[in-house]
């Protein structure tokens, strides 16, 4: 069964650096999601990508972050200046299509900051 | 705006019991909802969802949930727990309106079984 995948499974870096998660989604879906989820809190939305084209993103995602599908089955999210507060478990995720379709999650990149 | 309540943080049932997750969600429209399972070390696995069709869901491992428009609830059920049942779960809306596809999570109900 097709699983979507993301690399690294944990990453720590120093507050200031940048870091890029990649995540490699289900190979005929369209569109693709990264959420976080801060350690004791909920599962919240950053952003949506459909057709090379951020679709919706929440208020979380501001300017130091931005998403990429540098190929045909890349998608990443990069954090330009990570703080502290950036240190959470990211999940991406995919659907073959959109409204009421199923979202299919990666196993999630835990990224500490120090 | 939507928003979902996991009315339990923790539930811890016998092997062989049932069980109960409960989930009340506030959607301005009719929305689709989900649950989803995620073990340790593992992705957010789908466990079944409603889009306005039956009311009664049935998803994988044995595990349904029944959608109550008057209640605003979609409560996931199982009429006996096993083991590999451990672990946590999420309920999860989605309104079809909104052109990102965005996900609601509640705030998951970890659920503990006892040999």
């Known amino acids: 069964e097709p699983e979507v995948t993301q690399t690294p499974s944990h990453q720590v870096t120093q507050m200031g650096q940048e870091v890029i998660l990649r995540c490699v989604p289900i190979?005929?879906?369209?569109?693709f999601y990264w959420y976080r989820q801060i350690l004791g809190q909920k599962v919240e939305f950053l952003v949506s990508?459909?057709?090379?084209?951020?679709?919706?993103k929440s208020e979380i995602f501001d300017d130091q972050f931005s998403v990429e599908r540098p190929d045909g089955s890349n998608f990443t999210l990069k954090i330009r200046s990570t703080k502290l507060e950036d240190s959470a478990m990211y999940f991406c995720?995919?659907?073959?299509?959109?409204?009421?379709?199923?979202?299919?999650f990666g196993p999630g990149t835990r990224l500490t900051v120090l | 705006a939507q928003s979902v309540t996991q009315l339990d943080s923790h539930v811890s049932v016998s092997e062989g019991t049932p069980v109960l997750l409960r989930c009340n969600y506030s959607?301005?429209?009719?929305?689709?909802l989900f649950w989803y399972v995620q073990h340790p070390n593992k992705g957010l696995q789908l466990l079944l969802k409603?889009?306005?069709?039956?009311?009664l869901v049935k998803g994988i491992n044995g595990f349904e949930a029944e959608f109550k428009k008057s209640e605003t609830s979609f409560h996931l059920t199982k009429p006996s727990a096993h083991m590999s049942d451990a672990a946590e779960y999420f309920c999860?809306?989605?309104?079809?309106?909104?052109?990102?596809?965005?996900?609601?999570f509640g705030g998951g109900t970890r659920l503990m079984v006892k040999p």
């Open positions: 995720a995919s659907s073959r299509e959109i409204n009421t379709d199923t979202q299919y």
């Open positions: 190979s005929n879906h369209l569109y």
């Open positions: 990508f459909y057709n090379n084209e951020i679709s919706e």
């Open positions: 959607s301005s429209y009719s929305p689709s």
């Open positions: 409603y889009t306005s069709a039956a009311t």
């Open positions: 999860v809306v989605s309104d079809p309106y909104n052109a990102g596809n965005m996900l609601t």
